[in-house]
Structures are given as C-alpha cells and as structure tokens.
Nanobody, 114 residues
Framework: VQLQASGGGLVQPGGSLRLACAAS????????MGWYRQAPGKQRELVST???????DYADSVKGRFTISRDNAKNTVYLQMNSLKPEDTAVYYC?????????WGKGTQVTVSS
C-alpha cells in the first residue's frame, strides 16, 4: 500500500489550501482515513479522521476551519483547510487503516506565513 499526498505549499494567514492523499496498491476496505501533522520540535498530532461511514473527528484547534472528506471509489482522502494560521505550519501526514493495519504517507509541507 502506498500513499501519495499532494496540495501542500506556502500560503498567507487567512488563506486556504486543499490537501489530497491517494492510496494505491492492494487495498481492501479502508476503515479510517485521516490527517496528522508535526510541527518543528513538536510531537505528531491528530488533525482529523473520517470513517468508512463518514463519521468525522477534528482536533479542537482546527474545528470550524478544516473539513475532511473521502472518495471511497478513488481511495482518496481530502483536507480542506480554510482560515489558515501560522500555527498550522507543519508537515501533514495522511494515514489509513485497512484490516487493522495503519499506513502512513511521506508528508507534505504546509507553511502559513506572510
């Protein structure tokens, strides 16, 4: 299973970015798809997850600003990030869980700066 993330970049405070992560390989049902992030000097933290049935969970710091979604036919998870803040700067990692096994993407850099 391989995960390919895209959509990171440099954006000004208040701006928006949309991350995408496509899973490929021999994949059965993906129970959970999600995004985590790691800022310099900090531990990796949960940003958001979405289950196969569409139930979502968000970190308090991103509620109301970020929206997670998934396309099961394409094995792809998205993260729409609005009203970005400098503290959102981090490497964002996508994660999937299939047959109780987690897989991680390589990460995409998001930098929020003026």
């Amino acid at each position: 299973v391989q995960l390919q993330a895209s959509g990171g970049g440099l954006v000004q405070p208040g701006g928006s970015l949309r991350l995408a992560c496509a899973a490929s390989g021999t994949i059965f049902s993906i129970s959970v798809m999600g995004w985590y992030r790691q800022a310099p000097g900090k531990q990796r933290e949960l940003v958001s997850t979405i289950t196969l049935s569409g139930s979502t969970d968000y970190a308090d710091s991103v509620k109301g600003r970020f929206t997670i979604s998934r396309d099961n036919a394409k094995n792809t998870v998205y993260l729409q990030m609005n009203s970005l803040k400098p503290e959102d700067t981090a490497v964002y990692y996508c994660n999937i869980v299939t047959k109780a096994v987690p897989y991680w993407g390589k990460g995409t850099q998001v930098t929020v700066s003026s």
